[in-house]
T-cell receptor, first 110, second 115 residues
């Protein structure tokens, strides 16, 4: 079992819709959770982090964390074609290691 | 600050040759991470440093890979001998203090092709 799992996609949504990206992790001691966005041929860049159960909103992005279910998600409201990218979930466990999932490719079509 | 700087950006080498990848972290960042990205495996953590000391290299094939951080502003990842399966994009990332909500900043990556 991989430490951080994501559906590789692609997830295709129409412009203006809500995109929902999901991630599960195996280490119950994990403390911090990150969502990175990676455009094709570019390096990952941080979108959001969350470390408490519940929701955290930042503009069109909402991160959701459920530690009991070992589940973290990212919602993108009013999706735009410019949101088309690979979204990487990353988890920081009991050590300082930052472990990434394989990413979900999102396609937003006009 | 110019961000994390990696060199070279692209490297093509023949199987069996030695390859050295270089990274300059953001000044003041204590943590440095080396990742390898492939389509199949995604971003794999190879090794990371805290204050120039190796903290965890369990993801690194030790028979052919070696990583060093001789000073706070420079790190290398060496592959000797290189093999076609090493072809990937190698990212270096740095972070000031890896707790809770601290962001890791990535370099532009080195695309390695071993033929």
């Amino acid at each position: 079992q991989k430490e951080v799992e994501q559906n590789s996609g692609p997830l295709s949504v129409p412009e203006g819709a809500i995109a929902s990206l999901n991630c599960t992790y195996s280490d119950r001691g994990s403390q911090s959770f990150f969502w990175y966005r990676q455009y094709s041929g570019k390096s990952p860049e941080l979108i959001m982090f969350i470390y408490s159960n519940g929701d955290k909103e930042d503009g069109r992005f909402t991160a959701q964390l459920n530690k009991a279910s070992q589940y973290v998600s990212l919602l993108i409201r009013d999706s735009q074609p410019s949101d088309s990218a690979t979204y990487l979930c990353a988890v920081n466990g009991n050590t300082d290691k930052l472990i990434f999932g394989t990413g979900t490719r999102l396609q937003v079509f006009p | 600050d110019a961000g994390v700087i990696q060199s070279p950006r692209h490297e093509v080498t023949e199987m069996g040759q030695e390859v050295t990848l270089r990274c300059k972290p953001i000044s003041g960042h204590d943590y440095l991470f080396w990742y390898r990205q492939t389509m199949m495996q995604g971003l794999e953590l190879l090794v990371y440093f805290n204050n120039k000391a190796v903290m965890d290299d369990s993801g690194m094939p030790k028979d052919r890979f070696s990583a060093k951080m001789p000073n706070a502003s420079f790190s290398t990842l060496k592959i000797q001998p290189s093999e076609p399966r090493d072809s990937a994009v190698y990212f270096c990332a740095s972070s000031p203090l890896f707790q809770m909500n601290t962001e890791a900043f990535f370099g532009q990556g080195t695309r390695l092709t071993v033929v």
